[in-house]
Each structure stands twice: as structure tokens, then as C-alpha cells.
């Protein structure tokens, strides 16, 4: 099949590699002439596992190509993805502007059947603007080609969004268009061989669907998390409480760790964007506000333990941060913890000496040439005339490191880890006095 993404970014550029890589034939557009000029040159704007090799075996197939045209983009594909970002607006809503954008280029150049697939996340009511901004651009051409607009709202994670796209959990299509949802099927056919996936519904309910999951996805964070800072207070260990809650079935032991709040591009945007939709429709969601409120105090947990242990004045102190991506194997630092500690720590006086495996590139975009923070090459590295470590990402690297090295480069042995990946004995065993995140230490 004959396959358009408009917008190369994560969602965009999995996606059009996924789809490929399965056989079809998929042109990538995006606006940002740079990214399509690296990918053309095998390059790779973002870090994804897999991803790389996967847009390299199915450009040199033939099957995966990259443009700035949009003529040639929409002539293209029968289906016309749009993957471009849905950002914030100043009020928590989702701006739409980049979809409507997309949605009349479409428009503008149709020349027989298409299928526009709205795979951004957008509130509800967003394909009748996508069908209306068609429509008008049809019009002023006097052009009557038929097309249809469906919502498939993307559920990929950042880190592991190529397993995620090749074996869904569902596949969600929003579309009351008979001819629109066959089409569908047939393209995810590849993705549902051992059992169907595909949920077909309305488009409204598809795209409250996206916004469900996220919502519901950061309220088992908040909650947690917020349930931590109460075990600690109480003198009980949120290890324990997390695998006696997450043993009840009804609860699951998925996606039930506590931290230093969630981040990235998806879960902080989609609950202010569901909180601001519904409020705009005569609905209070009240839980929401709650977990978001939870969600920026816990960004701060780690910088009050920091301060609580060595003092407010931080300055000729050199905190060393392990991670710095909202979560690891991404290099995404899109609303991310790491952001909120660095600038409390900057805040009190201190230097930052970090060490991320992909992310410092990012890092050193968001952070431009602050003079305060470096960037170590390894986690050893980072520790060199460091006063205390903090742990903010848990990546696989820094689950069982040599404890007697940290403590030896340490000037005051202390660790504060924000994603509790250790059992607090082994740090105090090589004499680190250890702080996490509701653990009895
Ligand atoms: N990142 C994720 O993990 C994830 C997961 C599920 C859903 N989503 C949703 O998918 C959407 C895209 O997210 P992302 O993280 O891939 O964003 P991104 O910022 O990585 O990529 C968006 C791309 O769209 C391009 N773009 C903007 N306007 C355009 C236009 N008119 N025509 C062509 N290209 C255009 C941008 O240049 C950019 O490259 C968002 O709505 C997001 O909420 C993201």
C-alpha cells in the first residue's frame, strides 16, 4: 500500500519505518527541511532502539523515502498519516494548529481518494475540523474527490515504540466510513496475525480513548508516588506496599514504581489538555488536578532531600546526576524531571556534573552553555570531585554498580536515588548513606 506520514518526528518516523519495514510503500514528509536532510543522508534525528537499523534496511529496500514536497507527499499515499506534534497552548488546551495545517495541504492537493488518519493525539472533535479544513480547500478548487478522515490514536512508548507498533496491544480506529475501516484492516493485517486488534468505534469515543489511557497511565504514577511520600512519613516501605497492592489482579504489578514524577511529551500535555476539554464541556475533573498537582511536588522530592541532608546553601557543592532523559532509553527531555532538580540545584548554588547515556546532546540543546552544569562521558566520570550523587533515569547501567568506587569518589558518600533501584542495604554496606523514594533505609 501506498503510504504518506505527514510529520517524521517519534511518532511519525517509527511509524513510517514500521509500516515499511512490513512491505509497503511509505514517502515521510516533514516542514523541518534539517531532519529530512539527515535522514536522507542515513542519518537519525532522535535516539529509538532499533529504530536506525530499521530505517536503513527499508530505505536501501526502496520502500522508505523522506521529502519536503508537498505535492509529492500528498500524491502519494491513498492513506495519509498525520503525526505532527499537538503541543500546549498557554491555556493546558492541545493546539491543533499543526494538524489543521496538515489536514488543508491535504486539501489543497488531492487529486483522487484519500484516507486522512489522524494518529496525533487530538481532542475530541478534531477530525470534523480535520473534514472541515478539507472541504474548504476542496471548495475553492471545485473539487468534489471523495475522501474520509479516521482517528488512530498511537499508543507507542518513547524507548520501546518499535515492539510497540509491531505487536499492539490494540489498535484503535475511530471511523464510521465502511470503506475508510476496511482500508485500515487491510493495512494492519501484518500487526494482528495471531489475534485481532482492531477496536473499531466512533471517532469521538477514538480520540477520548488516547487521552483515557494517558490519563489513566499518569494517575497510577501520581498516586504512587504520592503513596511513597506517605510510607515515608509513616515509617513503611513502598517496596513492599507496590508488590502487595500489585499481586490484586484487579490492580497489576505493571507500571506501579514510584519516582520523581512523570515527564515527556505525552503524559503532562494530554492530562492538561483532558482537564482543559472537559472543563470547556461543563466538566470538572477533579482526579486530574490532583495528579497533576502530585506530579509537579514530586518533580522538587529529590532537590528537598538534597537540601534536607546537606543545607540550603548548595554553593562549592557539585551534585552528580545519573540521567537526564524523562525516562531511559530515549533521549527525549521533553518536560522531564531532570529539568526541575537541575534548576532547584542551580537554584541553591550547585554545580551539576551529569552523565546520560544518549540524552546529553538534548541536554546541551535545553540547557544551551550554562557554565554551571557538565556533561561526563560515564557514570565514574561524573563522580570525579562530586560532592553527593542523584539518581534521576533508571537506566539498565546504573542498576548494579560498584558501590565501594562511588563511595571512594565521593566527598560526601551520600546517594539520593529518585527511582529506588536499589535494596538500601548494599549502598550502606560500602558505607553510602542511601535516600529513595518511600523506602525505609
Ligand atoms: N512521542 C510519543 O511517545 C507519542 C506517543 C503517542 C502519541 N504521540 C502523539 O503524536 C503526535 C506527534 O508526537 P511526536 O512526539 O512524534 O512529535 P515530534 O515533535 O517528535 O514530531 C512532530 C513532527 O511534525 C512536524 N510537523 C509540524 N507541522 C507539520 C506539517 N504541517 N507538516 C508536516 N510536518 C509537520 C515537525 O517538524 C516534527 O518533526 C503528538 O500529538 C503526540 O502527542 C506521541
Redesign the pocket.
Known amino acids: 500500500m501506498k503510504i504518506t506520514i505527514?510529520?517524521?518526528?517519534?511518532?511519525?518516523?517509527v511509524s513510517g519505518a514500521c509500516l515499511a519495514d512490513v512491505g509497503n510503500d511509505v514517502l515521510c514528509?516533514?516542514?523541518?527541511a534539517e531532519?529530512i536532510r539527515v535522514l536522507r543522508e542515513g542519518g537519525i534525528p532522535?535516539y529509538e532502539p532499533g529504530l536506525e537499523a530499521m530505517v536503513m534496511k527499508n530505505v536501501v529496500a526502496g520502500r522508505l523515502r523522506f521529502t519536503t514536497e508537498i505535492p509529492e507527499a500528498v500524491a502519494h499515499g491513498v492513506i495519509q498519516f498525520i503525526?505532527?506534534?499537538?503541543p500546549p497552548d498557554g491555556d493546558g488546551s492541545?493546539d491543533i494548529e499543526?494538524v489543521v495545517?496538515?489536514a488543508r495541504?491535504v486539501g489543497k492537493y488531492m487529486t483522487d481518494y484519500k484516507v486522512i488518519v489522524n494518529?496525533?493525539?487530538?481532542p475530541v472533535g478534531t477530525a470534523d475540523k480535520v473534514r472541515a479544513a478539507i472541504a474548504e480547500e476542496l471548495k475553492v478548487r471545485n473539487n468534489l474527490t471523495p475522501y474520509s478522515v479516521v482517528s488512530n490514536?498511537?499508543?507507542?512508548?518513547?524507548g520501546a515504540?518499535i515492539e510497540d507498533f509491531m505487536k499492539p496491544d490494540r489498535i484503535v480506529i475511530g471511523s464510521e466510513e465502511p470503506r475508510a475501516v476496511e482500508l485500515m484492516r487491510e493495512l494492519y493485517a501484518p500487526f494482528q496475525r495471531n489475534h485481532e486488534r482492531l477496536i473499531v468505534m466512533d471517532v469521538k469515543s477514538a480520540e477520548l480513548t488516547?487521552y483515557a489511557a494517558n490519563a489513566m497511565l499518569a494517575t497510577r504514577i501520581s498516586f504512587m508516588n504520592e503513596l511513597a511520600n506517605c510510607a515515608e512519613a509513616l515509617g513503611a516501605d513502598i517496596e513492599f506496599v507496590r508488590k502487595g497492592i500489585g499481586a490484586d489482579p484487579r490492580i497489576g504489578i505493571h507500571f506501579l514504581y514510584p519516582g520523581i514524577g512523570y515527564g515527556?511529551?505525552?503524559f503532562p500535555?494530554?492530562v492538561k489538555a483532558l482537564i482543559r476539554a472537559a472543563s470547556e464541556a461543563g466538566q470538572t475533573l477533579g482526579i486530574l488536578q490532583a495528579v497533576e498537582y502530585a506530579n509537579e511536588a514530586q518533580k522538587s522530592v529529590l532537590s528537598k532531600k538534597i537540601v534536607t541532608r546537606l543545607g540550603s546553601n548548595l554553593s562549592g557543592k557539585t551534585i552528580a546526576l545519573w540521567g537526564l532523559a524523562f525516562k531511559p532509553n530515549t533521549d527525549?527531555m521533553r518536560e522531564a524531571p531532570s529539568r526541575v532538580l537541575i534548576a532547584d540545584l542551580l537554584g541553591h548554588g550547585a554545580r551539576i556534573q551529569a552523565y546520560d547515556p544518549v540524552a546529553t546532546h538534548e541536554a546541551q540543546r535545553v540547557f544551551g552553555n550554562e557554565p554551571r552544569i557538565t556533561y561526563a562521558m560515564t557514570p565514574m566520570e561524573a563522580l570525579e570531585g562530586a560532592d553527593v550523587l542523584a539518581i534521576v533515569t533508571e537506566w539498565k547501567e546504573f542498576r548494579a554498580p560498584d558501590f565501594q568506587a562511588i563511595r571512594s569518589k565521593l566527598k560526601t558518600p551520600v546517594i539520593f536515588d529518585g527511582r529506588n533501584l536499589y535494596d538500601p542495604a548494599a549502598p550502606g554496606k560500602a558505607g553510602l548513606e542511601y535516600f529513595a523514594i518511600g523506602r525505609k533505609v
Open positions: 505527514i510529520g517524521t518526528g517519534y511518532v511519525g518516523l514528509f516533514d516542514v523541518n531532519k532522535i503525526a505532527v506534534g499537538t492541545a499543526y495545517t496538515a495541504n494518529k496525533s493525539t487530538v490514536p498511537e499508543f507507542l512508548k518513547e515504540a488516547k515527556g511529551s505525552c500535555k494530554d527525549d
